[in-house]
């Protein structure tokens, strides 16, 4: 599977942004898809969770109540809504897929991801 992010940009602490990640080579309800940010000089991290058929989903704590992550496998899309931005989140964001048999499976590591897309920078100013 491809997949494509895009979204990212500059805005100002408190607001808000919404991201994309479009797929394309599979069927993407057999993937569950997660979103990974890594900052200047970081490693790549955990942001937000969704299961195959979009039924569960899992946050880092940094961004519960402010993160959702939702799909549309109709669309072969993926979307992290971001509120209350904060400077700490500027990084680049990723969206990631792995494919699972298992419906409520989902995958927390970097590692543990096959399909990535290329990025997408969001810069958050205080």
């Known amino acids: 599977v491809q997949l494509q992010a895009s979204g990212g940009g500059l805005v100002q602490a408190g607001g808000s942004l919404r991201l994309s990640c479009a797929a394309s080579?599979?069927?993407?309800?057999?993937?569950?898809v997660s979103w990974f940010c890594q900052a200047p000089g970081k490693e790549r991290e955990f942001v937000a969770t969704?299961?195959?058929?979009?039924?569960?989903?899992y946050y880092a704590d940094s961004v519960k109540g402010r993160f959702t992550v939702s799909r549309d496998n109709a669309k072969d899309t993926t979307v992290l809504e971001i509120n209350n931005l904060k400077p700490e989140d500027t990084a680049i964001y990723y969206c990631?897929?792995?494919?699972?048999?298992?419906?409520?499976?989902?995958?927390?590591?970097?590692?543990?991801?096959?399909?990535w897309g290329q990025g997408t920078l969001v810069t958050v100013s205080s």
């Open positions: 969704i299961t195959r058929g979009g039924g569960n989903t």
């Open positions: 990631a897929a792995r494919g699972t048999a298992y419906v409520r499976k989902v995958y927390y590591s970097p590692q543990e991801y096959d399909y």
């Open positions: 080579g599979d069927t993407f309800s057999n993937y569950v």
